[in-house]
């Protein structure tokens, strides 16, 4: 197997796109899919100063094929780089682990762990790596921790959002893309954060579009929930706020956070070495793990 590292949108949506039987291969979310990333994307875009998109992608050995291991990535600028998932900080169905590190297998993760470490530690400043809403026993994970003892992890509880409707009353649901659109806008305006608004409406409309998102409202007409659709798997998403929603216990949520750079020894390249990533922009491109030539 061999490991790549793609700078940009471009490039970055093809790896998403190459990647589609991986991820259904481990059941991935909907939140962890290629049309959602490409929503985070197009999101980032609209951004004047936006975080610059990269995917580590471990190869099958011919090189030919679905991917072996993806990382989709993004590096936000500054003194200190930080590199975060794809989608990071989308408002996302609460409950469950919305992120993913696809790994076919253990040597898949190993390889996939050795390619994002290495694309940090050859950035010529100070980086922080920051992994979150990633499922217990996530492999890439453990090989990261495995490589650098030093990783902190954190685990924490989430709480499911239960679709309660149907015990207030009738309820309407539609799938209808063209319904949903139509109301979208008077149902978002009652959300209070504008960010949190914007990322609803294009996340919405681009998966209501492939019938991946059911509107239901209450007879009361106070109460409306957004909820993501993939077969019979079913992720109450957004309510109307301060509608009284009921919650449960969810599934337990893991994060890293690492930090490296500075003086050889730490995460600056070594004479001879070469940089890996010399400037990350937004046409799709491949870098060499070796010598940063395009």
């Known amino acids: 197997m061999t490991t790549r590292v793609v700078a940009g949108r471009a490039g970055v949506v093809r790896e998403l796109r190459a990647a589609g039987r991986l991820l259904a291969a481990l059941r991935a979310p909907v939140t962890a899919r290629a049309p959602w990333l490409t929503a985070a994307l197009a999101l980032d875009d609209a951004r004047l100063t936006g975080p610059r998109p990269v995917a580590v992608v471990v190869d099958p050995p011919g090189g030919t094929g679905a991917p072996r291991a993806l990382a989709a990535l993004v590096l936000c600028g500054g003194p200190r780089l930080t590199a975060t998932l794809l989608g990071d900080g989308l408002p996302v169905p609460a409950g469950a682990a919305p992120a993913r590190l696809p790994a076919r ?32 026993g996530d492999p890439t994970l453990r090989a990261i921790g495995r490589r650098r003892p030093e990783a902190a992890f954190a685990n924490a509880r989430s709480a499911r959002l239960v679709d309660d409707l149907d015990h207030a009353g009738a309820v309407h649901r539609t799938r209808d893309p063209a319904e949903l659109d139509r109301r979208l806008p008077a149902l978002l305006a009652r959300e209070p954060d ?14 209501a579009a492939i019938g991946q998102v059911e509107l239901a409202a209450g007879a009361d007409g106070d109460r409306d929930l957004l909820t993501l659709v993939d077969g019979a798997d079913r992720r109450p998403w957004w309510g109307t706020p301060g509608a009284g929603w009921r919650t449960e216990m969810g599934a337990p949520l893991v994060s890293l956070t690492l930090s490296g750079g500075g003086p050889w020894g730490g995460g600056w390249p070594r004479p001879g070495q070469g940089v890996l990533l010399r400037r990350v922009g937004r046409t799709g491109s491949s870098v060499s793990r070796r010598s940063g030539r395009r």
């Open 194 to 207: 504008r960010g949190t608004r914007t990322a609803l409406r294009v996340t919405a409309r681009l998966h």
């Open 105 to 136: 297998d253990d040597d898949a993760a190993e390889q996939l762990a050795a390619g994002v470490l290495g694309l940090l530690d050859r950035v010529l400043r100070p980086w922080t790596l920051r992994l979150t809403g990633l499922p217990l």
